[in-house]
């Protein structure tokens, strides 16, 4: 009876990684689609690829936490009890990419695993406490940190990076040696290369990011119901290739092309900002939301670049009121030299209305909050029940 229960156990962890690949890919490839820089595909394999990287080294903590922590026993997880959970995970992220917007996996996961924890009286509030407090401080941080670049800090950036398109080809094979070379291609400029170097680098630092957090939402309960790591780590990066490589492209249109247009400096700060506190909070076995980091990240951005309006002392002071606005990121074209700290007019600041969609903006706030609210109320009203009557 064991075997054909394991069977469908991996079978639905396999739909959650698939789910995963579908709602991850957006975020971290999103900019550099919209960009044009490279293609949905390409996208894709890098995702699988940097993904599976992520997962084999630093996701190994995380799902540790996940599996064997979080719950005080972890026999709880049985195989039957494991389906469930990872019924619920797939489900709720299967609605939010059905409606291409990326939701929180973490969250996701983490709120289903609780749902069972609180039903059978075996969650760990301390873990779980320890959690709930780094998703409070992390965006915190994300937060801060871009203010501080984005006053002091994002000029200079924004004049490094102006990535433009040229006709034909970014890269094309040298194949007039023994052994073809990659090379630009005929109309690229140095800039050009350089740039969508950089920005594609990012992006698969993202993916890396992702791997080290969200593995563990997809084999977290069949690694505590002894199922064995490495197989499991194998076969849910595989499901996230898949989802990368054919659902993903719903989160990619609304990310890089539907949600905003968001400058692609801004674009790159946000990556940097919040993959770098994802990797390090899953090397303490944290697992972390990238979707809220990278939106408070997005926040503060444009409140520092807003603030450059007006300098310290005059803030202090009471002599200049500053209008906050994730607009602010709009201020200067990539490429273009920006005034120094107060001889910035308000005005010349652009209103937020300029970068994001109100209409999927609210679809994408609404999705990203309801989605892990399907997962925990719903595992936590089926183990009650199951327990209770059945189990």
Same mark, same amino acid.
């Given at each position: 009876?064991?075997?054909?229960?394991?069977?469908?156990?991996?079978?639905?962890?396999?739909?959650?990684?698939?789910?995963?690949?579908?709602?991850?890919?957006?975020?971290?490839?999103?900019?550099?689609?919209?960009?044009?820089?490279?293609?949905?595909?390409?996208?894709?394999?890098?995702?699988?690829?940097?993904?599976?990287?992520?997962?084999?080294?630093?996701?190994?903590?995380?799902?540790?936490?996940?599996?064997?922590?979080?719950?005080?026993?972890?026999?709880?997880?049985?195989?039957?009890?494991?389906?469930?959970?990872?019924?619920?995970?797939?489900?709720?992220?299967?609605?939010?990419?059905?409606?291409?917007?990326?939701?929180?996996?973490?969250?996701?996961?983490?709120?289903?695993?609780?749902?069972?924890?609180?039903?059978?009286?075996?969650?760990?509030?301390?873990?779980?406490?320890?959690? %709930?407090?780094?998703?409070?401080?992390?965006?915190?941080?994300?937060?801060?940190?871009?203010?501080?670049?984005?006053?002091?800090?994002?000029?200079?950036?924004?004049?490094?990076?102006?990535?433009?398109?040229?006709?034909?080809?970014?890269?094309?094979?040298?194949?007039?040696?023994?052994?073809?070379?990659?090379?630009?291609?005929?109309?690229?400029?140095?800039?050009?290369?350089?740039?969508?170097?950089?920005?594609?680098?990012?992006?698969?630092?993202?993916?890396?990011?992702?791997?080290?957090?969200?593995?563990?939402?997809?084999?977290?309960?069949?690694?505590?119901?002894?199922?064995?790591?490495?197989?499991?780590?194998?076969?849910?990066?595989?499901?996230?290739?898949?989802?990368?490589?054919?659902?993903?492209?719903?989160?990619?249109?609304?990310?890089?092309?539907?949600?905003?247009?968001?400058?692609?400096?801004?674009?790159?700060?946000?990556?940097?900002?919040?993959?770098?506190?994802?990797?390090?909070?899953?090397?303490?076995?944290?697992?972390?939301?990238?979707?809220?980091?990278?939106?408070?990240?997005?926040?503060?951005?444009?409140?520092?670049?807003?603030?450059?309006?007006?300098?310290?002392?005059?803030?202090?002071?009471?002599?200049?009121?500053?209008?906050?606005?994730?607009?602010?990121?709009?201020?200067?074209?990539?490429?273009?030299?920006?005034?120094?700290?107060?001889?910035?007019?308000?005005?010349?600041?652009?209103?937020? %209305?300029?970068?994001?969609?109100?209409?999927?903006?609210?679809?994408?706030?609404?999705?990203?909050?309801?989605?892990?609210?399907?997962?925990?109320?719903?595992?936590?009203?089926?183990?009650?029940?199951?327990?209770?009557?059945?189990?």
């Amino acid at each position: 009876m064991a075997d054909p229960l394991i069977v469908v156990g991996l079978l639905v962890a396999l739909f959650v990684g698939f789910n995963i690949g579908g709602s991850t890919t957006g975020p971290a490839f999103g900019p550099a689609v919209g960009a044009g820089v490279i293609s949905k595909l390409l996208a894709g394999a890098l995702m699988s690829v940097f993904f599976f990287g992520g997962a084999w080294t630093i996701g190994r903590r995380v799902v540790d936490t996940l599996g064997r922590e979080l719950l005080f026993d972890a026999g709880v997880f049985t195989i039957e009890t494991s389906i469930v959970v990872l019924f619920f995970i797939g489900g709720a992220l299967f609605v939010g990419n059905y409606t291409g917007v990326p939701a929180s996996t973490s969250m996701t996961a983490v709120g289903a695993i609780a749902g069972l924890g609180v039903a059978t009286g075996e969650l760990n509030w301390a873990v779980m406490g320890e959690i %709930a407090v780094w998703w409070i401080v992390a965006p915190l941080v994300g937060f801060w940190v871009s203010v501080m670049i984005g006053r002091y800090i994002y000029p200079t950036i924004n004049r490094w990076v102006a990535i433009t398109t040229s006709d034909g080809s970014l890269i094309q094979l040298d194949q007039s040696g023994a052994v073809p070379v990659p090379r630009p291609g005929p109309n690229t400029t140095r800039r050009e290369f350089v740039g969508t170097i950089v920005l594609v680098s990012i992006s698969c630092l993202m993916a890396f990011s992702s791997g080290t957090s969200n593995i563990a939402n997809a084999i977290a309960p069949l690694y505590g119901a002894g199922v064995e790591l490495n197989l499991l780590l194998l076969l849910g990066s595989g499901a996230v290739a898949l989802g990368a490589l054919t659902i993903a492209r719903r989160t990619l249109d609304t990310l890089g092309n539907n949600l905003t247009d968001l400058p692609l400096t801004a674009a790159i700060v946000v990556a940097l900002v919040s993959s770098g506190i994802v990797i390090g909070l899953s090397a303490i076995g944290i697992p972390a939301s990238f979707v809220i980091i990278a939106t408070m990240s997005i926040v503060g951005l444009g409140w520092g670049r807003a603030t450059r309006t007006t300098t310290l002392s005059d803030s202090i002071r009471g002599e200049e009121e500053t209008t906050v606005s994730v607009g602010a990121l709009a201020a200067e074209e990539p490429g273009e030299e920006a005034p120094t700290l107060g001889e910035e007019s308000p005005a010349d600041i652009p209103s937020a %209305a300029d970068l994001f969609d109100p209409t999927t903006t609210g679809r994408v706030i609404l999705m990203q909050n309801l989605v892990p609210v399907l997962s925990t109320g719903g595992a936590y009203l089926t183990f009650w029940l199951l327990f209770r009557f059945v189990w």
